[in-house]
């Protein structure tokens, strides 16, 4: 892709394992981007609280938006965390915005690139799980069973927007349990592109602040740490 090199586009040691080449394909697709104040959405609903503390009337503005569940893959064949990529307006948005802000030119669409765990929003009506499970499927092409992902946590996401609720799974896969491409569903818009990141260098990965990531995937990459760390008990 013009302007990234081999090492910028793979960092610590990052290969493709799914949907190689996804990320320079959707750049291309790319045209114009811009704001325009929000519409009705299917997914998020504006609105402001209105409550009393101390006597004092007070007032917060809340995005309210749907649960959302992530899961924490291991790929046990590759002994690395699988990750992620794929394009988000917001964080190009907010990257121009900080650009604009200090004088600078927008930046490139490759800006908008984030590393995520492979999650999706609880729009079904079926158990928490099974929602996991098929989003595994769908963005990653791994089948995994529901009752194989293992609950890790769940805590409340953009507490000062929102507070939906987000759960996380963990699971391992390997090679026969690819069941298809992954990659998203295209007919919303998604090329998801899915990375293998080599365990060793996850804390790399994690204290690189320019390398922009969810914050699920830096708990998961956390928890996983500290999973290992305590199967190999002390040296």
Known sequence: MAGLSKEEMYPYGLRPVQG????????ERLGKISTAPMQESRFVKTHSILYELDGKERRWDMVISMPSVGVLLYHKDLKAMLVVR??????????QQEAAAEGRADPPH???FTYELCAGLVDKEKPLPQVAAEEVEEECGFKVAAEALQLVTGYRSSVGTSGSQHTLFFAEVGESDRSGAG????DDGEAIEVLALPLDRCQDFIADVHIPKSAALVL???WLQARINAQQGPS
Do not use: D, P
Not at 20 to 27: D, I, L, N, S, Y
Not at 183 to 186: A, I, R
């Open 20 to 27: 190689e080449g996804k990320m320079e394909a959707t750049v």
């Open 86 to 95: 794929q394009f988000r307006a917001t964080v190009w948005c907010s990257r």
């Open 110 to 112: 490759a800006a908008g």
């Open 183 to 186: 990659g998203g569903l295209t």
């Open 220 to 222: 998961g990459m956390l």
